[in-house]
């Protein structure tokens, strides 16, 4: 059903628009006590956690940690230095992911004993952390705002190009649609990466170049659609009439043939969105998408397939959005579906 397309859909524009508002979460952060942290529906850090992030600061501190317990959410520890710890020394630990501002309990005479008392900083991580440690649900929310905007700005590029393209031939007609379509059929002739590479080598990475390298090929199947369609239409009555009467060729271009490909065009565009989508992400798995911080689907699952053995889930996480994002725009595609 055509309805669950826009149910899916809605649900990952949802997830990608609004839940940076709902959650707060920044796409950018990164948190160095979390790389590759698994998912949880708890916040971290685990007991595990806190006691490496604690070793970590004893060993900034030039200190052994023990005693170390939690409680009250907050860890307490007892640290030993070889000599006199500075109190300075401990912000530290406020510069850690996993702990707050420590305050000192008690310390002794000689200065290198002294029992301190952290907060823990909650961090919720319910996808968990790639390999910079940053927290993967923000960065899938960031992946879905490009892919869609991806799929709708390089489809509509690519609508428009080929549906003006395609109408000038048609109506045309003769040698001028002969040369306009051989145009065509040399383009599609055209190594789409190899064109990519050429891009990227002369203009550099770019959020633009997606555009232009997208919009260079997929424009192509609807040129070839709307010739067929205004070749039919420019015999249609209508046409004619207006012709009989005077009307200029863009004239009627705009006013007749172009509103009856509307149809052929919504039609085309449920088929070309996920297309783009899928281009966008190859050229993104490949290295010449988008740059970091930015992100998309496509370079999360590069990332995950590198560390598919010991962070499976940087892989599977991507790999559900996308197909989330393909399922809607399948039964978008197909209106003959039903219950």
Known sequence: MR????VWIGLVAAFSLLGPL??????????PDYVRAAPSLTPHPTADEARAALARVAGRLRAEASEFMIEGGAARVRLVGRIALDPRALVYFERSDAFGAARTLSVSADGREREVV???KPLWLPLGADANGRNL???????????LLVGALGSAVALGIGVAYGMVAGYAGGKIDLMMM?????????????????LTAFFGRSFLLIFVAIGAVEW???????RGATLSLKRREFVLAARSLGARPSAILMRHIAPNLAGLAFAYLATLAPRVILVESFLSFLGLGVREPL????VLVADGARHIEDAPWLLIAPSLLMMALLYGFAFLAD?????
Do not use: H, N, Q
């Not at 709902?22 to 948190?31: D, K, L, P, S």
């Not at 649900?137 to 892919?147: D, E, F, N, Q, Y």
């Not at 992100?295 to 496509?298: A, D, I, K, L, Q």
């Open 335 to 339: 209106p003959s579906r039903r219950r």
């Open 118 to 120: 952290a907060p823990i």
């Open 220 to 226: 192509l199947d609807m040129a070839r659609l709307a």
């Open 182 to 198: 051989r145009f065509v059929d040399a383009l599609y002739a055209l190594p789409f990466i190899f064109f990519v590479i050429l």
């Open 22 to 31: 709902a959650t707060g979460a920044e796409f950018a952060r990164v948190y």
């Open 3 to 6: 309805g669950w397309g826009f």
């Open 295 to 298: 992100t998309s689907v496509g």
């Open 137 to 147: 649900m923000a960065r899938l929310m960031l992946a879905g705002r490009v892919s």
